[in-house]
């Protein structure tokens, strides 16, 4: 049976609605369809799953100028969002998971626009050495999303205004790397707008896959109840900001793989309450470790012997061996 393909246009800019119809799709893809929905987020900073939003973004500063903090379900790091930046997400079932084939289609878009791409590491797309779209990926029980941006007119200066980029973050890569490494594609192509894009990239979608698309847009008001509902879920206090009780002690250490940090809540030396927090790119893992702790005396040996028995794949065993590791350093 061919794939049969499908591409929806969200004419909302709302991050909580865009994220939760997002949801929708994964969760009601068809076995054999192949979905890309393209969208936009005003003045919006996103992040992580696992990520603290007080600690990656200046969360008063943000809303003070009228903006909104999410959380989206996949891992990865804090980017900012506003209307010179589209949005991509590939939906599908995991069997049809194909990355080299979805970049293509990105790679293919912008190409007609007449801007020449490669795809980067793990989750980066670039055009003359400099980033303008980050990828990232959620796995649910059977199916799958790949979503990322791409930086078309970004306000620049906004990049950097509402994301806090920690030391450890900027010894990693340099400060100058840092600021130099993003790019908006207008500075290749006076001519490109988002309207142009979405259309590239449709045209792309539909060359790539050979399949021509059915089109849908989509709005807040004809959404399904489904997604409606999710709404209420991506906009709430819980799942923006969570419960952030007053950590006695936190670990913080900068992987290859991505940042993490550790912070017990304690009584009478006990761990009472851990939060685990990351960008990194898994978070079968995080989630994994999210509550390993809890309930345990803060002893290393005690804690090295609970991450040594947690059973992982064997992709993720190497990061698993690093935090073993790395609580051996720590001083308690």
Not at 46 to 71: C, F, M, T, Y
């Amino acid at each position: 049976m061919s794939l049969r393909t499908k591409v929806y246009i969200s004419k909302s800019t709302n991050p909580w609605f865009n994220l939760s119809f997002e949801e929708y799709l994964v969760n009601c893809v068809d076995p054999d369809e192949v979905i890309l929905y393209l969208w936009q987020n005003q003045h919006t900073v996103v992040i992580g799953k696992h990520q603290n939003p007080w600690r990656e973004v200046r969360v008063s500063e943000l809303e003070a100028d009228g903006g909104k903090v999410a959380r989206r379900l996949s891992g990865g790091g804090a980017v900012y969002h506003d209307l010179g930046n589209l949005n991509f997400t590939f939906v599908m079932h995991k069997k049809h998971e194909n990355l080299h084939k979805q970049l293509e289609v990105i790679l293919e878009g912008v190409k007609k626009l007449g801007i020449e791409a490669e795809f980067s590491g793990r989750n980066d797309i670039l055009a003359e050495g400099r980033k303008f779209s980050g990828n990232a990926f959620y796995y649910g029980k059977e199916n799958y999303y790949h979503h990322g941006t791409l930086l078309i007119d970004v306000d620049m200066p906004n990049l950097g205004k509402y994301l806090n980029v920690s030391m450890k973050k900027l010894n990693a890569k340099g400060v100058e790397s840092v600021k130099s490494r993003v790019i908006n594609l207008k500075e290749l192509n006076p001519e490109m707008t988002i309207e142009n894009t979405i259309q590239a990239v449709s045209e792309a979608f539909s060359a790539v896959y050979t399949q021509p698309q059915d089109t849908f847009y989509i709005s807040e008001n004809d959404a399904p109840e489904d997604a409606k509902d999710r709404y209420h879920h991506y906009a709430s206090w819980d799942w923006l900001f969570g419960k952030t009780p007053d950590f006695d002690v936190t670990f913080e250490e900068k992987f290859t793989w991505g940042e993490l940090v550790i912070s017990f809540k304690l009584k009478g030396g006990i761990i009472e309450e851990s939060a685990v927090y990351s960008d990194a790119m898994s978070t079968d893992l995080v989630d994994a470790v999210g509550t390993l702790f809890n309930g345990m005396k803060l002893d290393k040996t005690l804690l090295k012997a609970t991450v040594k028995d947690l059973k992982v794949s064997n992709d993720h065993q190497p990061m698993l061996d690093e935090i073993y590791n790395w609580i051996d350093t720590w001083t308690l």
